[in-house]
C-alpha cells in the first residue's frame, strides 16, 4: 500500500497569503496525484488532477506542482473560502490512498 | 449537471447489514466507473471500493473484501453498496463518487454522503 504524508498538519495563514502544501509518496506514483478540499459538513471537491491539472471551475491561485514522490499545491493568495482541510490522493496502486490531510486555518 | 444522492444510512449493531444506493441525476452515470469512499466521524478519507462502468470488474479495501459488495444497475442510473458482518470501524459517512477518467481514478463529483453507526 502507498503511504500518503501531508504536512503540516496544520498552515495557520491570514487571508492574501501565499500557501504551500506537501504531500509525500512512499513510493512513485508518477504523476497520479490529485487533490481535493473540503469544508465542514461538506463533501470534498476536486481541485487538481494528475499532479498539475485543474479541474473544471477551479480558479486558477489553485496550482499543483511534482512527480514522483513529491507533490506540492499551492495556493497563490488565500481567498476566505480558501480556509478548509485539502486532502492529496494517489491513483497509481491498488487500494487507491489518501493522505491524512491538511489544515488551512486562519492564523 | 451530474448530482448524486446517498440513501440508506444509519444505525445498526455489530455483525448486522445495510445497503446503500447511490442515485445519478442522469444517465450520464452510464459508462463511468464508480466508487465509494468513506469517512470515520473526524478522520479522513478512506477508498471503499470501485465497479466498472460495465458492472464487470470490482476492487476491494481489503478490510471490507468478503463483507461488503459493490453492484451497479445502469438502467436505473443507481449504485449500491451491500455491507454485511459490520464492525464497529465501518462507522463513517458514506460517499459515492464518479471516476470521470477510467478506473483507477479521482473522484469528481462525490455525493453529499450517508452515515453509517455501527453500535450496538
Known amino acids: 500500500e502507498i503511504v500518503l504524508t501531508q504536512s503540516p498538519a496544520t498552515l495557520s495563514l491570514s487571508p492574501g497569503e501565499r500557501a504551500t502544501l506537501s504531500c509525500r509518496a512512499s513510493?512513485?506514483?508518477?504523476?497520479?496525484l490529485v487533490w481535493y478540499q473540503q469544508k465542514p459538513g461538506q463533501a470534498p471537491r476536486r481541485l487538481i488532477y494528475?499532479?498539475?491539472n485543474r479541474a473544471t471551475g477551479i480558479p486558477a491561485r489553485f496550482s499543483g506542482s511534482g512527480s514522483g514522490t513529491d507533490f506540492t499545491l499551492t495556493i497563490s493568495s488565500l481567498e476566505p473560502e480558501d480556509f478548509a482541510v485539502y486532502y492529496c490522493q494517489q491513483r497509481s496502486n491498488w487500494p487507491l490512498t489518501f493522505g491524512g490531510g491538511t489544515k488551512v486555518e486562519i492564523k | 449537471e451530474v448530482q448524486l444522492l446517498e440513501s440508506g444510512g444509519g444505525l445498526v449493531q455489530p455483525g448486522g447489514s445495510l445497503r446503500l444506493s447511490c442515485a445519478a441525476s442522469?444517465?450520464?452515470?452510464?459508462?463511468?466507473?464508480m466508487s465509494w469512499v468513506r469517512q470515520a466521524p473526524g478522520k479522513g478519507l478512506e477508498w471503499v471500493s470501485v465497479i466498472s462502468g460495465s458492472g464487470g470488474d470490482t476492487y476491494y479495501l481489503d478490510s471490507v473484501k468478503g463483507r461488503f459488495t459493490i453492484s451497479r444497475d445502469n438502467s436505473k442510473n443507481t449504485l449500491y453498496l451491500q455491507m454485511d458482518s459490520l464492525r464497529a470501524d465501518d462507522t463513517a459517512v458514506y460517499y459515492c463518487?464518479?471516476?470521470?477518467?477510467?478506473?483507477?481514478?479521482?473522484?469528481?463529483?462525490w455525493g453529499q454522503g450517508t452515515l453509517v453507526t455501527v453500535s450496538s
Open positions: 513510493q512513485s506514483v508518477s504523476s497520479y
Open positions: 442522469r444517465s450520464t452515470f452510464d459508462g463511468y466507473a
Open positions: 463518487a464518479r471516476s470521470p477518467s477510467g478506473f483507477a481514478a479521482s473522484f469528481d463529483p
Open positions: 494528475d499532479a498539475s
